[in-house]
């Protein structure tokens, strides 16, 4: 049958897909457009199985926080390759999928994936632009925060961000300058006191085993590995950092500098890189 070119725009419309790929769906469906839907469809979930083990080290790195300042949110949207991430397209899926995920602040990545975008869920906008582009997409990260001020950062490149919640509402600045921190110095907490356990038991095993091999005496393993470990807390939980811009003081010394009763509640960062 004749497919009209007005029909083929119809379509592309409704689905977002190429007009090449609209045209041949409608053949394939002899002009049903709820068949021809399913369709490409079904080609995006085809182009995402075949690619299913390649890697997304591309894409976009999102931060947002709402307008009151007390919600925020970071995500990514990966790809395959640098050229895909720069399309347009592949921007405004991503920054929707932020949005999406702004507006409703689903509990986890399960909940992100089943919210809605333009009448689809974003899994299905997703699997429509690995169809539509012929590379493999994926979110990598999500995270909620909710605290009393948060602070969005995103490095220049679009493949880091970071968001920081405050215990209490801060210069602006200030807030960004903590978020900078955290996605230079990339820290694993706020404090040695939230540090994760397991993060201490394998610094701790590695230490033990350092010292050992180093000949000390096994009564002296357990304090140099302690003091080993107080570095460590040093140089990643972001408080007890070295303040990057200043060199001198500790992150915790310059927010006591700008207000003493101000605390970061809470941080995530991702990286496309690490």
């Not at 009209?4 to 689905?15: E, Q």
């Not at 990643?236 to 101000?262: M, N, R």
Request: proline letters at 3%; glycine letters at 6%; hydrophobic letters at 40%.
């Amino acid at each position: 049958m004749e497919i009209k070119a007005a029909d083929v725009a119809k379509l592309r419309k409704m689905t977002g897909a190429g007009m090449m790929d609209c045209k041949k769906a409608l053949v394939e469906a002899d002009g049903d457009f709820g068949r021809a839907q399913e369709i490409i469809r079904e080609k995006g979930k085809l182009v995402a199985a075949k690619r299913a083990d390649r890697e997304t080290t591309e894409g976009a790195v999102i931060a947002k926080v709402n307008a009151a300042g007390n919600q925020a949110i970071l995500t990514c949207l990966g790809c395959e390759t640098d050229f895909v991430a720069k399309n347009a397209e592949f921007q405004e899926l991503a920054n929707g999928i932020a949005d999406a995920a702004l507006a409703n602040m689903p509990a986890d990545l399960a909940g992100l994936m089943a919210t809605s975008l333009n009448g689809a869920s974003i899994e299905d906008a997703i699997t429509q632009q690995t169809g539509k582009s012929g590379e493999k997409h994926a979110i990598p990260f999500y995270a909620k925060l909710e605290a009393p001020y948060i602070v969005d950062y995103i490095h220049t490149n679009g493949k880091v961000a970071t968001i920081v919640g405050f215990s209490k509402p801060i210069d602006h600045q200030v807030g960004r300058e903590i978020a900078m921190q955290v996605t230079a110095m990339n820290p694993v907490s706020v404090s040695k006191n939230d540090c994760p356990q397991e993060v201490i038991e394998k610094e701790m095993e590695i230490y033990r085993e350092q010292i050992r091999l180093e000949g000390k005496p096994e009564n002296m393993v357990e304090k140099i590995a302690l003091g080993k470990l107080n570095k460590f807390f040093k140089e990643q939980t972001l408080e007890d950092q070295t303040f990057v811009k200043d060199g001198k003081i500790s992150v915790a010394e310059y927010l006591k500098t700008v207000d003493a009763e101000v605390k970061v509640t809470a941080f995530f960062r991702f990286s496309l890189n690490d």
